[in-house]
């Protein structure tokens, strides 16, 4: 069965540092997203992605976040400047329609 | 976006039914009913969805109420797996809004 994948499955990284994690969605899917979950808190959509463009965003997903489809396979998230409270797990979906399917997650900590 | 309201937690035994509730008096038409739920360390994995009629799937069936402003996931007969959160959630546009949803407990 096909499933979206997300590297990498942990990143540490500094204070004031971009990072950039990955996502591979289904391969025929056509909307992307990205949510977060900082620990003990509830799932956060941050961004909606279709047909090259961003199609909604909530208001955390401000100035210091991109997303970008590079080629045909790879979606990503860029976070330019770190800040302690980016610590969160994070999450990619893809969907061909209503369903939403999720990747595993990135942890993501930032010190 | 309209609310759900769900109870915090729930417990199940195994190889039992089980039913599991959710309000939406404030729906609107073009809302769909989500449910996801969400395994411990896992990221969440969608159960099923629908909009007016009763939705069956391998996972789960859902009921929905005529006036559309409650809903049930029913789970035919839980197992261990099935411990999780369940999230109902109004969707009409992209995003999916979490809220805390219901803790299952699946006891042997």
């Known amino acids: 069965e096909p499933e979206v994948t997300q590297t990498p499955s942990h990143q540490v990284t500094q204070m004031g540092q971009e990072v950039i994690l990955r996502c591979v969605p289904i391969?025929?899917?056509?909307?992307f997203y990205w949510y977060r979950q900082i620990l003990g808190q509830k799932v956060e959509f941050l961004v909606s992605f279709y047909n090259n463009e961003i199609s909604e965003k909530s208001e955390i997903f401000d100035d210091q976040f991109s997303v970008e489809r590079p080629d045909g396979s790879n979606f990503t998230l860029k976070i330019r400047s770190t800040k302690l409270e980016d610590s969160a797990m994070y999450f990619c979906a893809s969907s061909y329609y209503h369903e939403q399917y999720f990747g595993p997650g990135t942890r993501l900590t930032v010190t | 976006d309209a609310k759900t309201t769900q109870p915090n937690s729930m417990e199940s035994n195994e190889e039992e039914p089980v039913h599991l509730p959710c309000n939406h008096s404030t729906i609107s038409g073009t809302d769909y009913i989500h449910w996801y739920r969400q395994l411990p360390s896992q990221g969440p994995e969608y159960v099923i969805h629908g909009l007016t009629s009763n939705v069956n799937n391998r996972m789960a069936s859902l009921a929905i109420a005529e006036d559309r402003k409650s809903s049930t996931l029913i789970l035919h007969r839980a197992t261990l797996r099935d411990a999780a959160v369940y999230y109902c959630?109004?969707?009409?546009?992209?995003?999916?809004?979490f809220g805390k949803g219901t803790s299952l407990l699946v006891t042997p």
């Open positions: 959630i109004l969707n009409s546009g992209y995003a999916l809004n």
């Open positions: 391969s025929n899917h056509l909307y």
